[in-house]
């Protein structure tokens, strides 16, 4: 069965702080990975997506890897902002299909 | 360029009640789907179209019914609403394949059954 498992469920930086996301997949065959942030009560938005060959890929302060061999990927945010705390979603597409992770929620502080 | 619309942003209904969740892309996509969103899991596909006239079944598509008369609206009909259906309800398109394209989401539709 096709999985993507994110870690941690959420977790707190302070601003100006970086922090990095995990996310683990079982998904057969795999095409590309994506990172999409949702804000609270909106729907989400697409930040990076990488395909097989991609190791790294930036998107302003966001920068995704991928390492396709162990089959986990990272989003990391760089000199965090009050405007970084969301849901980040991982997902994984295999043939035509799409995977969703649970999600991880980033809470910024000032 | 509104991208894609949802409405209504939030319902609430009574077991058994029906209703229609509607949708509507303004970027010519052919690809349109529903998913809902539930605390702690994952985004999960109801139902899909790849084009006016063609829908088909997701992941989880019982108590859903859809339609796809024009490339512009896909709406989501709940025939007999059931506390189960409790959810946040989106709506994505994306042009070409799903495989490869970007999936665009309207904002949800946040559903109350009681």
């Known amino acids: 069965k096709n999985q993507v498992e994110q870690s941690p469920q959420s977790l707190i930086i302070l601003e100006g702080k970086n922090c990095t996301l995990q996310?683990?997949?079982?998904?057969?065959?795999?095409?590309?990975l994506r990172w999409y942030k949702q804000d609270t009560g909106r729907g989400p938005v697409s930040l990076t997506i990488m395909t097989f060959s991609e190791n790294t890929k930036s998107n302003g302060r966001y920068t995704a890897t991928l390492d396709a061999d162990t089959k986990q990927s990272s989003l990391h945010i760089t000199a965090s902002q009050l405007s970084d705390s969301a849901s980040y979603i991982c997902v994984v597409s295999a043939g035509n299909k799409l995977t969703f992770g649970g999600g991880t929620r980033v809470l910024v502080k000032p | 360029n509104a991208g894609v619309t949802q409405t209504p942003k939030f319902q609430v209904l009574k077991t058994g009640q029906s209703m229609t969740l509607q949708c509507a892309q303004d970027m010519n996509h052919e690809y349109m789907s529903w998913y809902r969103q539930d605390p702690g899991m994952g985004l999960r596909l109801i139902h899909y179209s790849v084009g006016a006239g063609i829908t088909d079944q997701g992941e989880v598509p019982n108590g859903y019914n859809v339609s796809r008369s024009t490339t512009e609206d896909f709406p989501l009909r709940l025939l007999s609403a059931a506390p189960s259906q409790t959810s946040v309800y989106f709506c994505?398109?994306?042009?070409?394949?799903?495989?490869?394209?970007?999936?665009?989401f309207g904002e949800g539709s946040r559903l109350t059954v009681l």
């Open positions: 996310c683990n997949y079982t998904v057969s065959p795999f095409s590309n």
């Open positions: 994505a398109s994306t042009s070409g394949n799903l495989n490869t394209g970007e999936l665009f």
